[in-house]
């Protein structure tokens, strides 16, 4: 059956910055080239697929009496810790279905500090960690964690506010860096313990049951053994950062970090796809970071690397993620 699939997503283009603005405002927002290469490659799966663009193109077209079979969606949304709820909740108020996770797990993962709760309830291993709205809230009798700690903004992603500033590692330090981010980023600061070692990205595609892809390894200027070195803002678009898939790892290490990802994809209730981000310790131990449902699924990222390492194309991939959520619609 062909089906008439409705593109939503928040282009770059259609949020100009203004001055005063910072730069990295609108940093998960996806440029015209990743637009284009996800369009073409979604067209290969033979259904009709159609550029919504964002949210309120969405509800505009609906509202004008234009109907969709079913949304692929990646929107961003624009602020707030809900941004990324908002596109679900939409397609769910018009009775469409969508591909991706639902508002809950989109509220849930980008607050990484309960995404960290809810793997704590369910005894899976991420760093230990406090988060604090007021730096009245850090005093040194009271800390408990043990340094280096690294000090992020609970509710952003693209390494926003992360810098070599961000590894403290002592309490001077940590409350120095605890007041600029709160000052800067108006959010709640998320202090943990920061994982001397390796660093992983896994994607995770489909449902019941879903499936770990080959596990991508992060390399920061040609080395694997990161040690206390990790993915700052100012590396995003560097050429010190590059990825290894298949990662270089052994057996044990592979089925410890496959179960802990998909321990970890069920327990923040994701659907169709999502990319979770690792660190490993020297003792061979990993721990969650973060759980990225809306991956950057464009040329630029690691998408095209997995899918060789699975050996398919590109396009098969995202096609696959495609089925994957049309399956759980049971529209395929
Ligand atoms: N606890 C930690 N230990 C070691 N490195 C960390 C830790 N938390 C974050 N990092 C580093 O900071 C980067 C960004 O943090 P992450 O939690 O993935 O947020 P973002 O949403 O910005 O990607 C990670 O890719 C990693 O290099
Ligand atoms: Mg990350």
């Given at each position: 059956m062909k089906l008439k699939i409705g593109f939503t997503y928040d282009a770059k283009n259609d949020y100009p910055l203004h001055p005063g603005d910072n730069p990295d405002k609108y940093a998960e927002f996806d440029s015209e080239d990743t637009i284009r290469e996800i369009t073409d490659a979604l067209k290969t799966s033979g259904h009709q697929i159609v550029r919504v663009g964002n949210i309120r193109s969405f509800i505009k077209q609906v509202n004008a009496g234009e109907k969709y079979d079913f949304i692929f969606n990646i929107c961003e949304g624009i602020?707030?810790?809900n941004r990324e709820s908002q596109a679900p909740a939409v397609f769910e108020v018009y009775d469409t279905p969508y591909s991706g996770s639902d508002a809950l797990t989109m509220g849930l993962t980008l607050d990484k500090t309960m995404a960290k709760r809810i793997l704590q309830y369910h005894g899976l291993k991420t760093p230990n960690f406090i988060a604090v709205k007021s730096v009245e809230e850090l005093s040194p009798k009271k800390f408990k964690l043990r340094f280096p700690i690294i000090v992020k903004p609970s509710l952003e992603g693209t390494s926003k506010g992360i810098s070599r500033e961000s590894l403290c590692r002592n309490f001077t330090q940590l409350k120095k860096r605890a007041e600029w981010l709160l000052e800067t980023y108006k959010q709640p600061a998320l202090i943990e313990e920061f994982i001397i070692g390796y660093e992983f990205t896994v994607p995770v595609l489909g449902n019941d049951p879903p499936k770990v892809l080959p596990i991508v390894q992060t390399a920061i200027s040609g080395k694997t053994d990161l040690g206390d070195d990790f993915y700052t803002q100012a590396r995003?678009?560097?050429?010190d950062i590059n990825y290894l898939c298949p990662a270089e790892i052994d057996k044990e290490l592979e089925e410890k970090i496959n179960t802990l990802v998909l321990e970890s994809y069920k327990a923040l209730g994701c659907h169709d796809v999502s990319r979770i981000d690792i660190r490993v310790d020297y003792n061979n131990e990993p721990y969650f970071l973060e759980c990225n449902p809306l991956p950057n699924i464009g040329r630029i990222d690691v998408f095209p690397l997995v899918a060789k390492a699975m050996g398919i194309t590109y396009e098969q991939l995202l096609c696959l993620v495609l089925d994957a959520s049309l399956k759980r619609h049971k529209l395929a």
């Amino acid at each position: 059956m062909k089906l008439k699939i409705g593109f939503t997503y928040d282009a770059k283009n259609d949020y100009p910055l203004h001055p005063g603005d910072n730069p990295d405002k609108y940093a998960e927002f996806d440029s015209e080239d990743t637009i284009r290469e996800i369009t073409d490659a979604l067209k290969t799966s033979g259904h009709q697929i159609v550029r919504v663009g964002n949210i309120r193109s969405f509800i505009k077209q609906v509202n004008a009496g234009e109907k969709y079979d079913f949304i692929f969606n990646i929107c961003e949304g624009i602020k707030g810790r809900n941004r990324e709820s908002q596109a679900p909740a939409v397609f769910e108020v018009y009775d469409t279905p969508y591909s991706g996770s639902d508002a809950l797990t989109m509220g849930l993962t980008l607050d990484k500090t309960m995404a960290k709760r809810i793997l704590q309830y369910h005894g899976l291993k991420t760093p230990n960690f406090i988060a604090v709205k007021s730096v009245e809230e850090l005093s040194p009798k009271k800390f408990k964690l043990r340094f280096p700690i690294i000090v992020k903004p609970s509710l952003e992603g693209t390494s926003k506010g992360i810098s070599r500033e961000s590894l403290c590692r002592n309490f001077t330090q940590l409350k120095k860096r605890a007041e600029w981010l709160l000052e800067t980023y108006k959010q709640p600061a998320l202090i943990e313990e920061f994982i001397i070692g390796y660093e992983f990205t896994v994607p995770v595609l489909g449902n019941d049951p879903p499936k770990v892809l080959p596990i991508v390894q992060t390399a920061i200027s040609g080395k694997t053994d990161l040690g206390d070195d990790f993915y700052t803002q100012a590396r995003v678009d560097s050429t010190d950062i590059n990825y290894l898939c298949p990662a270089e790892i052994d057996k044990e290490l592979e089925e410890k970090i496959n179960t802990l990802v998909l321990e970890s994809y069920k327990a923040l209730g994701c659907h169709d796809v999502s990319r979770i981000d690792i660190r490993v310790d020297y003792n061979n131990e990993p721990y969650f970071l973060e759980c990225n449902p809306l991956p950057n699924i464009g040329r630029i990222d690691v998408f095209p690397l997995v899918a060789k390492a699975m050996g398919i194309t590109y396009e098969q991939l995202l096609c696959l993620v495609l089925d994957a959520s049309l399956k759980r619609h049971k529209l395929a």
